[in-house]
């Protein structure tokens, strides 16, 4: 699988009609703001984990596109990894709230069949039924039940889309430990303008949590995100 494909791949979430000239152009915005961009920020990361052992892990998974685009383009940067996906598939906690703002509700689709986007994710990106039996596991719950006891192995890269400040603090509490020395975390929301207006809380979680930590904060460049690697 070449990264030309990868790339490709990781367009299945954008699934526009294409005869008509608005959605056109939202496809091509969608390419160049989004899709092109994301996928050399992971492969940044990607590359800097190549002699880090352990797994690639998100959490805040929805339809698992961002998970499966990591997966792909570890098959070719860094190959032999296993992939761990942990969400709720629940939507918000029913007390979330985001600068004052409560959350909206659980979503329609049951456990089972967000779980089954997130395999069919991983099938668009290349992997057979095998692969994904063989190196997909779910992490289902609320993160300060389903984490607390995590046992899963070490982590080389933890990518963190979880948007409440609460729900960063209950990740980082219960996985920072099991991240490899020089392995990175990725935050999905941090320092934009449109994360501290539209997610709040984030940023003060993550700072105070990093707070006593030694790492090393990376901007790639290519999206407007942050990454850390740990030294410790």
Aim: charged share 25%; net charge positive; hydrophobic share 40%.
């Amino acid at each position: 699988m070449n990264l030309a494909n990868i790339v490709a791949n990781s367009l299945f979430s954008k699934q526009l009609h294409l005869n008509r000239k608005d959605e056109k152009l939202k496809w091509e915005k969608s390419i160049r703001s989004y899709v092109i961009p994301r996928s050399a920020h992971f492969a940044y990361f990607l590359k800097l984990i190549e002699n880090v052992p352990g797994a690639i892990m998100e959490a805040g998974v929805r339809g698992g596109e961002s998970l499966a685009t990591l997966a792909a383009l570890s098959k070719v940067i860094t190959p032999g990894r296993k992939f761990i996906a942990a969400d709720s598939f629940q939507g918000f906690p029913a007390d979330a709230e985001a600068g004052g703002v409560k959350m909206p509700g659980k979503p329609t689709k049951s456990v089972v069949e967000a779980t089954t986007y997130v395999k069919e994710a991983f099938k668009l990106a290349g992997f057979s039924e095998k692969n994904i039996q063989d190196e997909l596991s779910f992490e289902i719950g609320y993160f300060e039940n389903s984490l607390k006891n995590f046992n899963g192995g070490p982590i080389a890269l933890l990518h963190i889309d979880v948007d409440l400040g609460k729900s960063y603090t209950e990740c980082l509490n219960a996985l920072y430990k099991h991240v490899s020395t020089g392995g990175v975390i990725l935050f999905d929301e941090y320092d934009a303008p449109r994360d501290l207006a539209k997610w709040p809380e984030a940023k003060p979680a993550i700072d105070a949590f990093l707070a006593d930590k030694k790492f090393r904060l990376i901007r790639a460049g290519f999206v407007d995100k942050i990454g850390v690697q740990k030294l410790d």
